[in-house]
């Protein structure tokens, strides 16, 4: 198993970990290949050309601009998000950009990144293709990647290998499917998340993986903090409201014993925040994506506010037992919207929730991956249709939805010994032929769905 917790896991922006997460990291792998190759001096010119679902959706889920930041030297990890559209609006009046921060290159943004949302190259829906050329015009370089879900990216070379592009280092309990899983738990006693640390410990010390995770859990928890303190409305030509702050507010407010739906509110507010923050393009983990960014730390937030004992052990291994279940859906279907539509990433995130938060309530091995299958079983055929190419409608409220969906698979699970008729394996395949049979117009396209039906206005 190559896969960590820290790939399911990683700091970016938004709109969307595979339209502008993958493409800003594609764009600096490709300068760091023509810098590794001395190309870099005599580069005079580069053009990107977007494929496929990227291409259809490329402006709005923020594609060109992430393109021309990857370029100028930024990682999505360590790019400001308040200084990253001043500065692709500083390449697009000047025409100029700073390739890798040290070569300035003539650039237009309309002319040198090219959408071209109908054609598809053969691996992925989301693919591009990067060519460098010299002053007399002449290609100096030109490359192939595919943004493959998550902020993944892969280029031929990883293609041909049939390997993600992690490190391969041996891990103490290898795993790509859920009765593999479960096997290595019988055989060793541990917990679910017991076994990932036990893998993550193959790459870095338990301290240095604690710390990592707790990181994460704080760049979460200052999304939800921005999430639900910022009004107004979001970017793109819906003007969608932001809904997070005044909900909190009514929360605050409140006065009197709460009602039976108090705990579900908090968990729609955690999640509407984190998802208002990634359709702003501002700072959040992907969880597997950002598109489905909200679920994972929305169940987390409910688990440290109205469950007793939740400390920053009970955090870790709540990321660490969402981790492995994301594990089994990189390796055997897709998080990728594109690829097999919202059940790949709303639906791999519910499980994810669902899992890690039955881990926490005292489940087995068995009732985590109970719960895990619950909570993909019954978002099986969701499609991704975002209205206008946004990452807003309805992808928003439905973080929300699913979030409160993985907590009753987890207490559902709970209620039960593990024993149950639909594997989470045979799920995860279920997801993945379904994806195959959908249509292009249902995977983040915006040409089907709500995407046809609301007109952007």
Not at 241 to 269: I, K, N, Q
Request: glycine share 12%; charged share 20%; with cysteine.
């Amino acid at each position: 198993m190559t896969i960590s917790v820290f790939d399911m896991f990683s700091v970016g922006v938004g709109p969307s970990s595979s339209h502008t997460v993958g493409p800003m990291r594609a764009a600096y792998r490709f300068v760091t290949r023509l810098t590794d190759a001395g190309l870099l001096p005599r580069t005079a010119g580069v053009r990107v050309e977007l494929f496929g679902s990227l291409g259809a959706t490329g402006q709005g889920h923020g594609s060109v601009t992430a393109v021309a930041l990857g370029l100028a030297g930024y990682q999505p990890q360590l790019v400001d998000p308040h200084r990253a559209q001043p500065l692709v609006d500083a390449v697009r009046a000047s025409g100029r950009l700073d390739l890798g921060g040290v070569r300035e290159i003539a650039f237009d943004l309309d002319d040198d990144v090219l959408l071209s949302g109908t054609k598809r190259l053969d691996f992925h829906t989301n693919g591009m293709v990067f060519t460098a050329r010299d002053a007399d015009g002449a290609v100096l370089d030109e490359h192939e990647y595919y943004s493959v879900g998550g902020g993944f990216v892969l280029d031929a070379t990883e293609i041909a290998r049939d390997a993600l592009p992690e490190d391969d280092t041996p891990v103490a309990h290898p795993f790509t499917t859920g009765d593999e899983l479960l096997a290595v738990t019988r055989r060793t006693g541990l917990s679910i998340a017991g076994v990932m640390l036990e893998n993550e410990l193959c790459r870095r010390t338990e301290d240095e993986v604690r710390a990592e995770l707790l990181h994460i859990w704080s760049v979460m928890q200052e999304c939800v903090e921005r999430g639900t303190t910022t009004g107004g409305t979001l970017p793109g030509g819906l003007k969608v409201r932001r809904r997070a702050a005044t909900l909190r507010a009514h929360l605050e407010s409140a006065t009197g014993e709460p009602d039976a739906f108090h705990a579900m509110e908090w968990v729609t507010l955690y999640a509407l925040a984190v998802n208002e923050e990634n359709a702003a393009g501002g700072r959040v983990v992907t969880a597997p994506t950002n598109g489905a960014a909200g679920i994972v730390p929305a169940v987390l937030h409910y688990a440290t506010r109205f469950l007793p004992g939740i400390d920053d052990d009970a955090v870790v291994r709540f990321l660490l037992t969402a981790g492995a279940i994301g594990v089994l859906f990189k390796e055997n279907a897709s998080i990728s919207g594109a690829e097999v539509g919202c059940q790949g990433e709303v639906g791999s995130a519910c499980a994810m929730a669902a899992g890690a938060l039955a881990e926490l309530i005292g489940a087995s091995p068995e009732q985590v991956e109970n719960a895990a299958e619950i909570g993909i079983e019954h978002n099986l055929g969701l499609t991704c249709d975002p209205v206008g190419g946004l990452v807003q409608i309805p992808c928003i409220e439905r973080n929300a939805v699913a979030s409160i969906k993985a907590i009753t698979a987890a207490r559902m699970a709970c209620h039960g010994d593990g024993v149950h008729h639909v594997s989470l394996d045979k799920a995860i395949t279920t997801m993945r032929e379904t994806g195959a049979d959908m249509k292009d117009e249902y995977k983040e396209t915006s040409r089907g769905g709500l995407a046809l039906n609301i007109v952007e206005c």
